[in-house]
């Protein structure tokens, strides 16, 4: 993918870098001709001509062109050459739920993602959410995690695929029922009618109620709480 940088003044400083204003950074995809997948603005920023790195420490903003996504945080490093960006402070981002099901299915509310730090690799369409990992939608679903990754399929802005690691806490809530799930990894997969998340590594739910544990747990309706542990005789319905 091919990106290109402007901004509506630049003034010369005595390093050799250029000081740029109303910075705005267009990613592109690979098609003939070329569109803009994604947009990267921010007030101001430093950039280094010979080695083509841009640095700030002030706002910034990204957002994909079809909506799908944007994200928001305070100072980074745009590595031009090698397609990497990476945010230092104050991650806010949120996912809108057509981003997040394949199907006909897209009611609800989107899910927004908070952390430390963020890296983006554009080569390898990848996503890493660092420190103190928060992501939730409205009080139906909230999880923390030690680092979230966020891969996007070639060509496209919705996630392929979202995997939590590290300390995973879930918090799912229905009309009647609070459960509280933990475990190691979690991983959150789309279906054409809604989507489900799949926890492992020494992984246990419980509810007012109820407790359990598993090799492996899965929601496989985030809507009702349907869960299937893996060497459970029965699941679990809650509502």
């Known amino acids: 993918m091919k990106t290109l940088l402007t901004g509506e003044g630049a003034k010369p400083l005595a390093s050799g870098a250029l000081e740029i204003s109303k910075v705005k950074i267009q990613i592109f995809d690979d098609q003939n001709p070329p569109k803009t997948r994604m947009a990267i603005e921010a007030p101001q920023c430093v950039f280094d001509s010979g ?4 640095t700030s420490a002030g706002p910034i903003a990204l957002r994909a062109t079809d909506g799908s996504f944007s994200i928001e945080g305070i100072g980074f490093i745009w590595d031009q050459a090698g397609g990497k960006l990476s945010i230092s402070n104050s991650v806010r981002t949120i996912i809108s739920r057509k981003a997040l099901q394949s199907g006909k299915k897209k009611e609800g509310l989107p899910i927004h993602v908070n952390s430390d730090q963020f890296d983006y690799d554009k080569e390898s369409n990848l996503g890493l959410y660092r420190g103190n ?7 139906r679903f909230k999880m923390s995690c030690d680092q979230l990754r966020v891969e996007l399929p070639e060509g496209e ?11 995973v806490q879930i918090e799912l809530k229905t009309a009647k029922t609070l459960t509280k799930l933990s475990g190691e990894q979690a991983h959150y997969e789309t279906s054409a009618d809604d989507a489900s998340l799949l926890l492992d590594g020494k992984p246990i739910w419980r509810s007012e109620n109820y407790s359990g544990r598993g090799e492996t747990i899965r929601i496989s309706d985030l809507n009702t709480c349907l869960l299937y542990t893996s060497d459970a005789a029965d699941d679990l319905l809650c509502v």
């Open 51 to 54: 080695k083509k790195i841009a």
């Open 133 to 139: 990992v928060s992501a939730a939608e409205g009080e």
């Open 157 to 167: 802005d919705s996630p392929q695929s979202i995997s939590a690691e590290g300390n």
